[in-house]
Nanobody
């Protein structure tokens, strides 16, 4: 399984970005796709996740600002990030957890929120 993420960049506080991540390869129909992030000096943390059935889970720090969605036909997950704050600055990684509890990671995309 390969995950290809894109959409990061530099944005001012209060701005928006949309990340996308396409999965390819042998993917079980039942899976969870999500986004994690890691800032310098911090551990990698869950941002948001979504099951193939559409159930979502968000970190408290992003609730009401970020929205995760997916297109099962395209094996693609999206993260719409609004009202971005400097503390959202991190490398964002997409992730896929399949029915066999195997976890796969994308290459990471940098999001920088700065004026």
């Amino acid at each position: 399984v390969q995950l290809q993420a894109c959409g990061g960049g530099l944005v001012q506080p209060g701005g928006s970005l949309r990340l996308s991540c396409a999965a390819s390869g042998s993917i079980s129909r039942i899976n969870v796709m999500g986004w994690y992030r890691q800032a310098p000096g911090n551990q990698r943390e869950l941002v948001a996740a979504i099951t193939n059935g559409g159930t979502t889970n968000y970190a408290d720090s992003v609730k009401g600002r970020f929205t995760i969605s997916r297109d099962n036909a395209k094996n693609t997950v999206y993260l719409q990030m609004n009202s971005l704050k400097p503390e959202d600055t991190a490398v964002y990684y997409c992730n896929l957890l399949n029915v066999r509890s195997e976890r796969y990671w994308g290459q990471g995309t940098q999001v920088t929120v700065s004026s």
